[in-house]
């Protein structure tokens, strides 16, 4: 089911630009991660997250609980932001649900 | 050095035929996780752990078997593969936390089912 929902699903972004990406549940969520797919494949964890605001680099990610949605600000894109971002909820129990992912893709 | 990993990385099975997954963590993480990816789905878990010995469903099971060994490994098992099982799984560890933890995933291996 649509228990996470991210939007956009495609973005393309010229570099040096900034953008957001959100994810909305509509579960009782306790944290969030964040994850890029590489065009690899590879999945790295971007941000852990309590509700709250977290930071690093050019990524910022906040998580509000009581408005139940997530969002991950990109500032000053580059080349190598390209790939698939993926939010996930983990709810109250030790299963973590994932969105369909937001493929985001950065040009010169 | 990579503390989550996946062997093999790509896989060509046979309908029919038997497949086992093998997922390794140096983590020392109680929980570990089998997940698959399909466009349009995200990940989707199948089976978890709570540690050596525990396996338990997740929301997609169904041709699936699991076993946990040991704290470090844990195996994902297509007992008869079908060609709807073609898709890329990743293993995950995670500390187990109440009620907060995190997730590391393995590289992925891709398996097709012909």
């Known amino acids: 089911g649509d228990q996470v929902k991210q939007s956009p699903s495609a973005l393309s972004l010229q570099e040096g630009t900034n953008s957001a990406l959100r994810c909305n549940f509509s579960?009782?969520?306790?944290?969030v991660q964040w994850f890029l797919q590489n065009p690899r494949g590879s999945l790295m964890n971007l941000f852990y997250?309590?509700?709250g605001t977290k930071e690093n680099g050019r990524l910022k990610s906040t998580f509000n609980s009581k408005e139940s949605y997530s969002t991950l600000h990109i500032r000053d894109a580059q080349l190598e932001d390209s790939g698939t971002y993926f939010c996930?909820?983990?709810?109250?129990?030790?299963?973590?649900?994932f969105g369909t992912g937001t493929r985001l893709q950065v040009s010169p | 050095e990579a503390a989550v990993t996946q062997s093999p990385r790509n896989k060509v099975a046979v309908t029919g035929g038997k497949v086992t997954l093998s997922c390794n963590q140096t983590?020392?993480?109680?929980?570990m996780y089998w997940y698959r990816q399909d466009t349009g789905h995200g990940l989707r878990l199948i089976h978890y752990?709570?540690?050596?010995?525990?396996?338990e469903k997740g929301d997609i099971p169904d041709g699936y078997k699991a076993s946990r060994p040991s704290q470090e490994n844990f195996s994902l098992i297509l007992e008869l593969a079908t060609p709807s099982q073609t898709s890329v799984y990743f293993c995950?560890?995670?500390?187990?936390?109440?009620?907060?933890?995190?997730?590391?995933f393995g590289p992925g291996t891709r398996l097709t089912v012909l």
């Open positions: 579960i009782a969520t306790t944290t």
């Open positions: 997250l309590v509700p």
């Open positions: 752990s709570y540690g050596a010995g525990s396996t």
């Open positions: 996930a909820a983990e709810a109250n129990t030790d299963k973590v649900v």
């Open positions: 983590n020392n993480h109680n929980n």
């Open positions: 995950a560890s995670g500390a187990q936390g109440t009620p907060h933890y995190e997730q590391y």
